[in-house]
């Protein structure tokens, strides 16, 4: 969920890993990965992923995309239909298509964590703004920026946002996003990490101070995992893409990974390959490579 920002890219050819284990399961990101910067998915791209569903490894999509976003690959989630969104917070089938998606896995926010983490962040930086994401709704401060163009539901505090008996109470909170209009967006997130401490998962995807605030333990990976458990899947098995810091945790867990040539270098540093920007297919790239590996 990011417009591509201050990382560039490169065109070098992917770096060609040892192949020993065959793949069951690509994990690929949208943002900055798999979509091109005008957020479209390449023919080629598409050929890759069909390619690889007929040779029977699954694709999941893991973003940091709410649900209601995931029209620009609804088409191309083929028989299991399922996506991993809000950053893990959510695991959805998308085979009802736009506004009529199904919640398979819901790992909430609890309220009082991002409660906590509300204060102790407008405490570490001054000027943090919010909005809440749930699993239908969006909530927002006034002073939120218009950042992913859509309106509101409600416009209030945070603080009442996430009131236990604030009227949005009986939907679960997938995640808070904050942002800050001057900080530097790493050293926000630095920052945000050691004020929050362990009551919530902080990252970010987005190339402006604005992170993306999950429950604890809840991340692309911890909940890929989960996913990969229920069928079996070692990680081992897992090859993933990405190329922002809230990839880190599925591309170090996973036995293969590539990070974008347009990827943050901690993307880079985590990753355990590395293949062409988004805009140069390079995730089709590799994925063709891997079905010649492995016919």
């Known amino acids: 969920m990011r417009d591509n920002g201050r990382v560039t890219s ?6 060609t890993q040892a192949a020993p284990t065959r793949p069951r399961l690509i994990a690929t990101d949208l943002d900055g990965t798999l979509l091109r910067d005008d957020k479209s998915v390449s023919p080629r791209t598409v ?3 069909a390619a690889a569903e007929e040779a029977g490894i699954e694709v999941f999509f893991v973003t940091g995309r709410p649900a209601r976003w995931m029209d620009v690959v609804s088409d191309h989630v083929h028989g299991h239909g399922l996506a991993i969104c809000g950053n893990g917070a959510a695991v959805v089938d998308l085979h ?9 896995k819901v790992r909430e926010l609890p309220r009082k964590n991002a409660l906590d983490a509300v204060r102790l962040l407008r405490e570490a930086a001054p000027g943090t703004v919010y909005a809440v994401e749930q699993t239908f709704g969006f909530n927002q401060e006034p002073a939120y920026p218009k950042l992913h163009m ?3 539901d409600t416009l209030a505090p945070a603080e009442e946002l996430l009131a236990p008996d604030s009227h949005t109470a009986a939907e679960p909170v997938l995640k808070i996003l904050a942002h800050h209009p001057e900080l530097d967006p790493d050293a926000f997130l630095t920052l945000a990490r050691l004020a929050v401490g362990d009551r919530a998962n902080v990252t970010r995807s987005s190339p402006s101070a604005l992170l993306e605030i999950s429950g604890p333990e809840v991340s692309k990976a911890s909940t890929l995992a989960l996913c990969c458990a229920e069928r079996g899947i070692s990680h081992e098995e897992v090859v993933a893409f990405g190329d922002m810091p809230n990839d880190v945790e599925m591309l170090t867990w996973a036995g293969r990974s590539y990070a974008m040539g347009n990827a943050h270098p901690d993307v880079v ?21 891997l079905l010649d590996e492995h016919p």
């Open 47 to 49: 050929a890759a992923l």
């Open 150 to 152: 859509e309106v509101p």
């Open 10 to 15: 490169a065109t070098r050819q992917p770096e």
């Open 96 to 104: 009802g298509g736009p506004g009529a998606h199904r919640f398979v």
């Open 269 to 289: 540093a985590a990753a355990s390959g590395r293949t062409v920007a988004n805009n140069d297919d390079g995730v089709a790239v590799v994925i063709e490579r």
